[in-house]
């Protein structure tokens, strides 16, 4: 899948049991999945790979894509100072 190629995968993790797996959410077919010694040890792994940060967008931007996004978020704390 193009999209895939030129952003990158989009991987969404779970836990079944003690094996996490992950899987493109994008419909490439990319994934996989690893065998823990417990099932919690998978499902908070699982949990802390699928972790979203989208409150944080835009204070943490990455410095060429989001970049435009920084600089509007500081000159709006600038105003409000």
Do not use: N
């Not at 990319?30 to 792994?45: E, I, L, S, V």
């Not at 990455?62 to 996004?69: D, E, R, S, T």
């Amino acid at each position: 899948m193009m999209r895939c190629r030129i952003l990158g995968h989009d991987y969404r993790f779970r836990a079944d049991e003690r094996t996490m797996r992950w899987s493109c959410v994008r419909g490439c077919g990319a994934g996989g999945a690893k065998t823990y010694p417990t099932a919690a040890d998978a499902r908070r792994y699982a949990a802390a790979f699928d972790h979203r940060d989208r409150e944080d967008l835009g204070t943490r931007a990455p410095l060429i894509g989001l970049f435009p996004l920084r600089i509007l978020r500081a000159m709006r704390r600038r105003k409000s100072a």
